[in-house]
């Protein structure tokens, strides 16, 4: 059974940096699609990054392009995200997902879920 936990989160100031693990067991990292949503307060989940199973394919949502990158340590079997110029806009709490694959561009088929981890961006 996979399980995925999230830590790193906090409250930080605009224009801060903050990164964000996950911490994977069950499936290695290296030959497992993952990836990151948040969900805003009063929104729907989002989809913010994802990187394919062998690692040749990211995809990031428009609004974290040149500001979020997703990375994956197979030594450790975690999946990070590094958040930069922080905006009001990404506060949310933030899930790592894993499994399923990443096509053309989006990610599908998500087959686990962390508890999520909360992000506070204050102005």
């Known amino acids: 059974q996979v399980q995925l936990v999230e830590s790193g989160g906090g409250l930080v100031q605009v224009g801060d940096s903050l990164r964000l693990s996950c911490a994977v067991s069950?499936?290695?990292?290296?030959?497992?699609?993952m990836g990151w949503f948040r969900q805003a307060p009063g929104k729907e989940r989002e989809f913010v990054a994802a990187?394919?199973?062998?690692?040749?394919?990211?995809v990031y949502t428009d609004p974290v392009k040149g500001r979020f990158t997703i990375s994956r340590e197979t030594a450790k079997n975690a999946v990070y995200l590094q958040m930069n110029s922080l905006k009001p806009e990404d506060t949310a709490v933030y899930y790592c997902?894993?499994?399923?694959?990443?096509?053309?561009?989006?990610?599908?088929?998500?087959?686990?879920w962390g508890k999520g981890t909360l992000v506070t961006v204050s102005s």
């Open positions: 997902a894993g499994g399923g694959m990443v096509v053309a561009g989006r990610y599908y088929g998500v087959a686990a």
């Open positions: 069950g499936r290695t990292v290296s030959n497992y699609a």
């Open positions: 990187v394919s199973h062998t690692g040749g394919s990211i």
